[in-house]
């Protein structure tokens, strides 16, 4: 008999948030060792499955395929290939409501915080991550 999965690690609606990273590497320049510098993105996605074993492989699954098995020029300068490799989830949760405006897909606790660190974390409009236009580039 299997041990019983806590309501926590449940999803009612059968979907899941995961969160996935991948890293640019040139075909000529391997990094060498975990200090070596690179570019990564983390990408977030949701995938419907009925428990959180398909979910876990479903979000692997998408992982791997947004990621390049083969060398190619395509976001490599002139002359040069690479390829975003996967490298595995970095963050996995169920989504607790059904999916309509305004539902709830993820959050943190921020236990034993002072008033001071929570006003903080606010920003205003033009900081928001989607209204930063600025190239990062």
């Known amino acids: 008999m299997s041990p019983k999965i806590p309501k926590r690690n449940q999803s009612p609606f059968g979907w899941w948030l995961a969160s996935y990273i991948q890293r640019f590497e040139f075909k000529d320049a391997r990094p060498k060792s975990p200090s070596s510098r690179c570019l990564a993105w983390e990408n977030t996605i949701i995938v419907k499955a009925k428990n959180r074993d398909l979910a876990y492989r479903k979000a692997i699954a998408i992982g791997k395929q947004n990621s390049a098995l083969n060398w190619s020029r395509y976001g490599a300068p002139p002359g040069r290939l690479g390829r975003w490799k996967f490298e595995g989830l970095t963050s996995f949760v169920p989504i607790y409501e059904e999916l309509i405006d305004g539902s709830e897909i993820a959050w943190d606790e921020h236990r034993g ?25």
């Not at 008033?115 to 974390?121: E, F, N, S």
């Open 113 to 137: 915080t002072t008033l001071g660190a929570v006003q903080k974390r606010v920003k205003p409009k033009h900081k928001l991550d989607t209204f930063t236009d600025k190239e990062s580039r």
